[in-house]
């Protein structure tokens, strides 16, 4: 048991190429003048590629499970994001069997945020928080400023453009740019706008450590059905888990672990080998214990190392 390798459910080889795409575009993004965003053409043959691709990665799995994509500087959020988002929201489209055009939600997911490098918003910024008055306007008009770049392709679908304009848009009418509310607001957009918070408050769990992954869930859960659509939640939160196979994590005990299978059903009690006891005692051969077994109930994830 103990030489289990992590799963990949994205091949690295993929994921290097889609955050080379997303550096390049959004490099390009920040050096164009205004008047010129009409220039800009969106690497869409390349991210219908990729997307193809996570969604045959994801879909050899015997169950639909993914989970974010680890960072340790804030300078990776803004090309790793989107293709967490993208992950998230092929993998909940992909589970929702209702999605025809899978495609769209992909690069919607993928493209959501690129209106953000034409603002003076810096990463520092997840989703705009600890924004001053002046900034929030700014930050508030990155929907339409990215729909503004794509308006001229043809390539990319009305779909496409309706996940990019209406990716803060939220249910309970609190969101923006226009304050839609439930079914105004298109299902890709809010399946991606569910992948949107889920990925901005995991890579803020592995930040700032301020909010712990098991903790993201229950924000996502208290969402739900008020600024999030309920059903898509439930079935993002039964196929995307809030710990990657293979982080290092503490537990409410003490000890040191790292994740060594997601467990499907209860995402936030995967099984785990024992590396370290309290007081970082480095054991001889890490134990493994499935988080799910009553008598490991009392063992909780409360952080990320
Ligand atoms: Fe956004
Ligand atoms: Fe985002």
């Given amino acids: ?57 994801v879909g050899v799995l015997p169950e639909l499970l993914v989970s974010c994509t680890p960072i ?27 999605v025809k055009r899978i495609n769209d939600v992909g690069i919607g997911a993928f493209l959501h945020d690129i209106g953000l490098a034409l603002t003076k918003i810096t990463a520092d910024h997840i989703e705009g928080e600890g924004l001053l008055e002046d900034d929030i306007k700014s930050y508030r008009s990155h929907p339409e400023l990215g729909v503004k770049v794509l308006r001229q392709h043809p390539s990319i679908s009305a779909f496409v453009k309706a996940i990019v304009s209406q990716h803060h848009e939220r249910m309970d009418g609190s969101g923006f740019p226009r304050g839609f509310r439930g079914p105004d607001i298109h299902l ?27 903790e993201v869930v229950e924000y996502m859960m208290s969402f739900a059905g008020f600024e999030l659509d309920k059903d898509i939640v439930r079935v993002m939160l039964s196929c995307v888990a809030p710990f990657p196979e293979g982080a290092t994590v503490k537990l409410s005990t003490g000890e040191l672990a790292v994740v060594s299978q997601l467990s499907s059903g209860v995402l936030t009690r995967p099984v785990v080998q024992v590396l370290a006891k309290e007081g970082e005692n480095w054991v001889k051969t890490p134990e493994e214990i499935d988080l799910r077994q009553p008598e490991h109930q009392t063992r909780l994830i409360v952080g990320v190392v």
């Fill in 188 to 214: 890709y957009s809010r399946i991606v706008a569910c992948a949107d918070v889920y990925s901005s408050l995991l890579h803020k769990s592995y930040l700032d450590k301020t909010i712990n992954p098991a």
């Fill in 1 to 57: 048991m103990l030489d289990r390798k992590p799963r990949q459910t994205v091949s690295t080889e993929v994921r290097i190429r889609a955050f080379k795409i997303m550096k390049d575009l959004i490099a390009e993004l920040k050096g164009a003048a205004p008047h010129a965003l009409h220039t800009i053409d969106p690497p869409y043959e390349e991210l219908l590629e990729i997307v193809e691709e996570i969604q045959e990665n």
């Fill in 72 to 98: 340790s500087d804030i300078s990776e959020y803004e090309y790793v994001h989107p293709f967490d988002v993208a992950v998230f929201s092929i993998t909940t489209a992909l589970a929702l069997e209702s």
